[in-house]
Nanobody
């Protein structure tokens, strides 16, 4: 599986962005997908995850109520809609995939990673 993340950019605090992650392969629905982020000088952290069917999702407390993860299995794409952005959301955002029908929360759970897309939120 190869992953290509896109949609990052510069936005003012309070604004919105939608990240996309396109995956290769014909069994996309067999993969749990996740979004992680890494701010400068910090460890990569979990943001959100979604099960293969899209029926189950999980969020980090820091983004709950502001971010929404979704997927379109017909398009082999997972999305991260980010609203009410804050300067502390500034980071490189990575999508990740792991074969399995559930959602997964740990970085080590994932086998495949995208290249990352920069999100910068100005105050």
């Amino acid at each position: 599986v190869q992953l290509q993340a896109s949609g990052g950019g510069l936005v003012q605090a309070g604004g919105s962005l939608r990240l996309s992650c396109a995956a290769t392969g014909r069994t996309f629905s067999s993969y749990g997908m996740g979004w992680f982020r890494q701010a400068p000088g910090k460890k990569r952290e979990f943001v959100a995850a979604i099960s293969g069917s899209g029926g189950s999702t999980y969020y980090a407390d820091s983004v709950k109520g502001r971010f929404t993860i979704s997927r379109d299995n017909a398009k082999n794409t997972v999305y991260l809609q980010m609203n009410s952005l804050k300067p502390e959301d500034t980071a490189v955002y990575y999508c990740a995939a792991r074969r399995g029908i559930s959602y997964y929360l740990q970085e080590d759970d994932y086998d495949y990673w995208g290249q990352g897309t920069q999100v910068t939120v100005s105050s």
